[in-house]
């Protein structure tokens, strides 16, 4: 075998390959003569089969079969030789084997991995914050399950914030009815932003049993592209004002969150392990995030474009399977545009090739006592955790993903003694995302 590599740009390469025909030749007739010992055929009895009948029944498949082992096989031969990291999959290029020729000659064209050289995030500035879970925090939270928890009843006043408002409406452009500007007995509750701001103002006083009519003016990039910019007149009837009523904090509230005996204080510390593993979920992310933008911005990678192209088909098919969990219709030939995943997947591959690099360099391999203490940590929000943590050691493919995190967590560790670093307290509200 003879290969010759050319460099066609940074990280693309061309091998030319050359194997002696003689070698296929000797591989096919090896074959064929294996199969005139086995093959059955009609009129010739087993084994009995002459190499002739047998090499023009058999031989072009045969043929095929070798000459492909034959690609793959000196192919990988050739990369370990020229000690090349292939990236993606290569482009083969066979040309026809004629009997004159005296060689198998192929041409692979694909991408390698670059070198990465790790660039420097001494003076990178990370901020990490800091929370401690405590009594207001968890109050807070008892506060929010209340409210996901709200009940309406019939008020016999004016509308205000909060309300639930039961209405009738029609709206009209021009004396003209428009697409999606008519109901009946549509709930809203007041504050929620369901409805455009100016429509919420003129519900808020209103009463059961009152009417009235008004004008509002469409955002001119209101979604409605028909009405967009346009003034409607509205004539609404309200029929049921229904004030918010918070459960009380009681044995019957702490059951419904499956405390079975309606303790307080038990609900209260389960609330409260709840929120610390959330906490230090949403902290942790928060440190990760920085740490992978302060290395991305300080290693500049060329990446391969098959890498890319591998990741934004990933994307795409987690996109599918996203859409098909939450019951959306998804076609196979739903356009999912590569340029919608571009960004996205460049950003993964570029940081995926930085991470590796970093791992091999500072000796950060995931050890199997972190990767034990932290499918027992996932396991410990699951009812039985102990069957959680089986489940995991159950599949290679979910212990790799476990070990990905790890291997993320040393990463930020190591970023961490090496970054500057700013301690900051968090607000709770801002943590959660519970503003608006």
């Known amino acids: 075998m003879q290969a010759n590599l050319e460099n066609l740009s940074t990280?693309?390469?061309?091998?030319?390959?050359?194997?002696?025909?003689?070698?296929?030749?000797?591989?096919?007739?090896?074959?064929?003569?294996?199969?005139?010992?086995?093959?059955?055929?009609?009129?010739?009895?087993?084994?009995?089969?002459?190499?002739?009948?047998v090499a023009q029944q058999y031989g072009p498949q045969v043929r095929q079969e070798v000459l492909?082992?034959?690609?793959?096989?000196?192919?990988?031969?050739?990369?370990?030789?020229?000690?090349?990291?292939?990236?993606?999959?290569?482009?083969?290029?066979?040309?026809?084997?004629?009997?004159?020729?005296?060689?198998?000659?192929?041409?692979?064209?694909?991408?390698?991995?670059?070198?990465?050289?790790?660039g420097d995030i001494s003076g990178a500035k990370i901020s990490r914050p800091r929370l401690e879970v405590g009594d207001a925090e968890i109050d807070r939270t008892v506060e929010i399950m209340r409210k996901q928890r709200v009940t309406f009843e019939a008020a016999e006043r004016a509308a205000e914030n909060a309300d639930r408002v039961t209405m009738s409406y029609r709206g009209t452009i021009d004396g003209v009815e428009f697409a999606g500007g008519k109901a009946e007995n549509q709930q809203v509750v007041l504050g929620e932003g369901r409805l455009l701001a100016d429509f919420e103002t003129q519900l808020q006083g209103m009463k059961a049993g009152d009417s009235k009519s008004f004008e509002l003016k469409f955002p001119d990039d209101y979604h409605g592209k028909d009405v967009a910019g346009k003034t409607a007149t509205f004539e609404v009837s309200v029929s049921e004002v229904a004030a918010p009523k918070l459960?009380?904090?009681?044995?019957?509230?702490?059951?419904?969150?499956?405390?079975?005996?309606?303790?307080?204080?038990?609900?209260?510390?389960?609330?409260?392990?709840?929120?610390?593993?959330?906490?230090?979920?949403?902290?942790?992310?928060?440190?990760?995030?920085?740490?992978?933008?302060?290395?991305?911005?300080?290693?500049?990678?060329?990446?391969?474009?098959?890498?890319?192209?591998?990741?934004?088909?990933?994307?795409?098919?987690?996109?599918?399977?996203?859409?098909?969990?939450?019951?959306?219709?998804?076609?196979?030939?739903?356009?999912?545009?590569?340029?919608?995943?571009?960004?996205?997947?460049?950003?993964?591959?570029?940081?995926?090739?930085?991470?590796?690099?970093?791992?091999?360099?500072?000796?950060?391999?995931?050890?199997?006592?972190?990767?034990?203490?932290?499918?027992?940590?996932?396991?410990?929000?699951?009812?039985n955790p102990q069957e959680v943590v089986r489940w995991y050691y159950q599949s290679p493919e979910r212990l790799r993903e476990i070990e990905s995190m790890v291997l993320e967590d040393n990463v930020v560790e190591w970023a961490l003694k090496t970054a500057q670093i700013d301690e900051q307290s968090i607000d709770f509200d801002e943590l959660m995302g519970n503003r608006k």
């Open 247 to 383: 459960p009380e904090v009681d044995a019957e509230f702490a059951q419904t969150l499956g405390v079975e005996d309606g303790d307080i204080a038990k609900m209260r510390a389960e609330i409260k392990g709840n929120l610390e593993r959330e906490v230090k979920g949403r902290l942790k992310s928060r440190v990760k995030d920085q740490v992978m933008q302060a290395l991305l911005d300080a290693t500049k990678v060329e990446v391969p474009k098959s890498l890319i192209e591998s990741e934004v088909e990933r994307l795409r098919e987690l996109t599918r399977q996203d859409f098909a969990a939450r019951g959306i219709p998804v076609r196979d030939d739903m356009p999912l545009p590569a340029e919608h995943f571009q960004q996205q997947a460049q950003r993964r591959v570029n940081l995926g090739l930085i991470l590796a690099e970093v791992v091999k360099t500072n000796q950060l391999q995931a050890k199997p006592e972190q990767v034990r203490a932290i499918v027992e940590e996932q396991a410990q929000s699951y009812e």
């Open 11 to 53: 990280l693309e390469r061309r091998l030319s390959v050359a194997v002696p025909k003689a070698e296929i030749d000797h591989e096919i007739d090896t074959r064929l003569k294996h199969l005139s010992r086995t093959v059955k055929m009609h009129g010739f009895r087993p084994g009995k089969v002459p190499m002739k009948v």
């Open 68 to 118: 492909g082992e034959t690609l793959q096989r000196t192919f990988g031969e050739a990369v370990r030789q020229q000690n090349l990291k292939v990236a993606g999959y290569p482009q083969f290029e066979p040309k026809p084997l004629d009997e004159s020729a005296s060689d198998f000659e192929y041409s692979a064209t694909f991408e390698v991995y670059p070198e990465v050289q790790l």
